[in-house]
């Protein structure tokens, strides 16, 4: 499994960006994809995932209403849409994968419940 964040850069605050996350080898029947970021000396954290069982999406509070993910399975491709960005989210935007059973009824924001990982994206918003 493979996956590489792009799309990352810097940005004024209030500014976007267009994070997308290329996966190769998920032969998985389902699989969830999250986005996690870490700041300098912080932990890393969730921030958004979604899931290929039923496109059912999650969002860490301080994102929600701002951030929107989608995939475009044809192209493996992941993307989180970042809007009205804030200099405390300046990070290394990671994107990570797990497979997981079709009745799973949770998205996990953890780290220990993803298995793949991919090197991060950094995105810089200046105040």
């Known amino acids: 499994v493979q996956l590489q964040a792009f799309g990352g850069g810097l940005v004024h605050a209030g500014g976007s960006l267009s994070l997308s996350c290329a996966h190769s080898g998920l032969t998985f029947d389902f699989y969830h994809i999250a986005w996690f970021r870490q700041a300098p000396g912080k932990e890393r954290e969730g921030v958004s995932a979604?899931?290929?069982?039923?496109?059912?999406?999650y969002y860490a509070n301080s994102v929600r209403g701002r951030f929107a993910i989608s995939s475009d399975n044809a192209k493996n491709t992941v993307y989180l849409q970042m809007d009205s960005l804030k200099p405390e989210q300046t990070a290394v935007y990671h994107c990570?994968?797990?497979?997981?059973?079709?009745?799973?009824?949770?998205?996990?924001?953890?780290?220990?419940?993803?298995?793949?990982w991919g090197q991060g994206t950094q995105v810089t918003v200046s105040s």
């Open positions: 979604i899931s290929s069982v039923n496109g059912r999406t």
């Open positions: 990570a994968a797990t497979p997981v059973p079709d009745t799973i009824l949770v998205i996990s924001s953890e780290l220990y419940d993803y298995d793949h």
